[in-house]
DNA sequence: GTCTATAAACAGATAGAC
DNA sequence: GTCTATCTGTTTATAGAC
């Protein structure tokens, strides 16, 4: 028989109490969350973090799998598990897709706050979760980014320009996550939502459709 | 007389408590950084802190006065003094100079680490430290730019694309700082430098005039 | 202006009752 | 699986010697 009125069982701990971390190590970091604060947003006790993950450590391996997964359904697993496309136009046209799903996950989903966050203090922290992020998220997504703008330019798939920019749109995507205390601040928004991401992506979609215009190879066309 | 050996005054002491405290807060967060670091890293008692600074908060203060003189250097103060050219080609060059002295310090100055972390984690700190920031340094520099996109593309300053398109500027070039550990291992980098700065530059340079470009009002050519 | 010593609060982990 | 109680170490702040 279990002490607690609500009928919750250790499975539900488990996730609740992983929730409750995400959101603290996002919005303070790991270091400056105590596991009393993340016990009690949980309503769980403070022991069945030991019970549940081992201890801190354990629970912070927890979130960062949770990440890894929330990241790359957000991004499309279609897109990387069907062919590179030979059209340059078609190649264009999944660039343009993962921009707009990507931010339609970070400026609609009320998760991605913590998941931004949580990742951007990563990067910041070597360690063995920034590790298995770069491997099994970033370095993945930027290949095929590179691989679908060289498609789309004429370029060579690992040519500086194609990686740069690549990453140069990753940067303006993210930023509206990161930054959008600044963003809806200057463009009088509020809570982050479809119309936001809307307006986001048409103006990224463009800036990705000029990236590829100036960058074509005039002979490949 | 002083009981340190080395011949270092008040005010010395005082700046690199201050310089200590802005690379540990940046790295590991406000929160998470102890006082004791802090006075070990500067070779200073932790009671200094007290005496300097009041405590970790006037501490935290004085690093975040520091930042925002830092940041608004690097931007370049000449283009804020200076009237808005009437030329858009003009304008436009304008926008590549601040991205390039931008990205030149944030790839370039050691020092850019740790201010870029500190705001970063800033943004997501609401407070008085992100609203004296955002006023006296967010705001400012992005309806600058705003001006000077709007001049060089000839439309409204305060349109949503170009407040939207001055904000996906600013993200791809804060993310060369912020994801460098991701961007120097994809791009077979090592520490950030010149070499670095002119190649990222070129990219984000060649993104401006592509969005001048395809934003540009048929109509005030 | 710098130092030691210490107070009072807080951290993560764990043993053991239920 | 959940709880209380407690151990051990660390935190910020401060009082007072020099």
């Known amino acids: 028989m279990q002490k607690r009125g609500d009928g919750r069982n250790g499975e539900e701990t488990r996730a609740t109490l992983m929730f409750a971390a995400l959101e603290l190590f996002a919005a303070k970091g790991y270091e400056a969350t105590s596991t009393r604060e993340i016990a009690s947003a949980a309503k769980a006790n403070i022991a069945s973090i030991a019970y549940h993950f081992g201890g ?16 790359t359904s957000a991004i499309g697993t279609n897109v990387f598990e069907a062919e590179l496309p030979d059209d340059p136009a078609v190649a264009a046209e999944l660039v343009e897709q993962v921009a707009t799903s990507l931010i339609g996950f970070l400026i609609g989903q009320p998760q991605a706050k913590a998941v931004s966050s949580f990742i951007i203090r990563e990067i910041n922290r070597p360690g063995p979760v920034f590790e298995s992020l770069y491997l099994d998220v970033f370095e993945p997504v930027h290949r095929r980014i590179c691989a679908l703008l060289a498609r789309a330019t004429g370029q060579d798939t690992e040519s500086e320009t194609i990686r740069i920019g ?43 459709r000029a990236f590829i215009e100036t960058n074509t190879r005039e002979d490949s066309k």
């Open 166 to 208: 690549a990453f140069s749109l990753a940067g303006q995507i993210i930023y509206f996550r990161l930054g959008y205390p600044i963003v809806a601040r200057r463009m009088d928004w509020l809570e982050p939502g479809s119309p936001e991401a809307g307006k986001i992506a048409a103006v990224v979609c463009a800036n990705i």
């Open 56 to 71: 801190k450590k354990g629970l912070h391996a927890a979130c960062a799998t949770f990440v890894a997964e929330r990241l």
